[in-house]
């Protein structure tokens, strides 16, 4: 079987959070597809409220501490992402835009990314559409095309059942088959050695 690494971002305050709850649906569903495909995903989660003084901190010094840079370090590792974010005044909140912020402008580049997005009202679906998406585009993200978006309504009981439950299944093989089509991620080492010794001895 492959191994792969998938990286869940959840970006709600709530405790317990039902951003969090679509994050779990959505990584949960993503390994049934990818393993369905011959893969196993490698999950981790990334709690942003558990970022979110590191976060402030590397947006007034330009350095990130050891906890937020652990979480940075795996998201360019990732071999795809699952962002989740609560609406919060008709777009994305600014903490899960202010991680990305402080995220290198490269990491995403080509990375399967699902997009979602909680709320308390259907009206503001659009957010998906209108912030998720031009965002991750600037950020060259290879963009799942189904995204998920789940309002109040959505939720019976803490389950989801219905056109939610449809959605996270198509959103999840979407990904799952990105995944499974593409090489693992590679990393690469801004201090690496370019060229050999020998090489460089004969220049001398
Ligand atoms: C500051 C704030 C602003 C919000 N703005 C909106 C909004 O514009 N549209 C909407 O549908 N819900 C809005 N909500 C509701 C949240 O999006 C919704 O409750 C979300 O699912 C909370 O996620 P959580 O449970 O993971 O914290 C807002 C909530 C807060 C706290």
Redesign the pocket.
Known sequence: MKQRKLVVISA???QP????LLADQLSAAGGRAAAQLGVHLDVQVVELRDLAHDITDNMLTGYAKPALKQAQEAVTAADALITVT?????SYSGLFKSFFDVLDKDALVDKPVLLAA????AR?SLVLEHALRPLFSYLRAAIIPTSVFAASDDWGANSVEGPLRGRIDRAAAELAREVERREPAVVTDPFALTANFEDMLKNL
């Open positions: 709600g305050l709530s959070s039902s951003t969090r609560p609406v919060f005044s008709a909680t709320a308390g009202t503001h």
